[in-house]
């Protein structure tokens, strides 16, 4: 069973839509959660980080289940330059000197006007 | 500041030949990390290394050698490229092993093994 699964979509809105990604993690030693995004054909660059209390960031919201083993983010009002994929990333920290980040496939979000 | 700097952006390698990705950052981290992501895939850790002088395997470290001599440089080896090489790879950076500050990652190189 992968560390992180996501729905690889693809999502396909129009503009000003409210769209929602899910993400499921296998281990409950997970530490530190994130939502990274990456454009196509570039780097990863980190979005927001995942508290236990959600938070939020803008248009964008992250809610973080303990219990579920579930991560999601929300983008309300979508906007063109929101078009890109969206990777669920997830540290489980096994006791040696590092902590490992697991990255998600990804699910790629397109927005049309 | 440049960041997480990989060099070269692209490269075609024919089976057998090796080759020197280089992975340089100017923020001062001492945690950087290589990764490879194939299409539709995620990242998988290649290697990474938690200082100068320290190295350690990651998830698919077969093929693959680094050294880390400065804090700021942290090269990877291919020896007898394979087209199951054939790839993205990334090179990032972070400063805290929380991970709160995230990683921050190079452009990339794109490998393509014939």
């Known amino acids: 069973r992968k560390e992180v699964e996501q729905d690889p979509g693809p999502f396909n809105v129009p503009e000003g839509a409210t769209v929602a990604f899910n993400c499921t993690y296998s281990?409950?030693?997970?530490?530190?959660f994130f939502w990274y995004r990456q454009d196509c054909r570039k780097e990863p660059k980190l979005l927001m980080s995942v508290y236990s209390s959600g938070n939020e960031d803008g248009r964008f919201t992250a809610q973080l289940n303990r219990a579920s083993q579930y991560i999601s983010l929300l983008i309300r009002d979508s906007k063109l330059s929101d078009s890109a994929t969206y990777l669920c990333?997830?540290?489980?920290?096994?006791?040696?000197?590092?902590?490992?980040?697991?990255f998600g496939r990804g699910t790629q979000l397109t927005v049309w006007p | 500041n440049a960041g997480v700097t990989q060099t070269p952006k692209f490269r075609i390698l024919k089976i057998g030949q090796s080759m020197t990705l280089q992975c340089t950052q100017d923020m001062n981290h001492n945690y950087m990390y290589w990764y490879r992501q194939d299409p539709g895939m995620g990242l998988k850790l290649i290697y990474y290394?938690?200082?100068?002088?320290?190295?350690d395997k990651g998830e698919v470290p077969n093929g693959y050698n680094v050294s880390r001599s400065t804090t700021e440089d942290f090269p990877l080896r291919l020896e007898l490229a394979a087209p199951s090489q054939t790839s993205v790879y990334f090179c990032?950076?972070?400063?805290?092993?929380?991970?709160?500050?995230?990683?921050?990652f190079g452009s990339g190189t794109r490998l393509t093994v014939v």
């Open positions: 990032a950076s972070s400063y805290s092993m929380s991970y709160s500050y995230g990683y921050t």
């Open positions: 290394s938690v200082g100068a002088g320290i190295t």
């Open positions: 990333v997830v540290n489980i920290d096994r006791g040696s000197t590092l902590g490992r980040l697991y």
């Open positions: 281990n409950s030693a997970s530490q530190s």
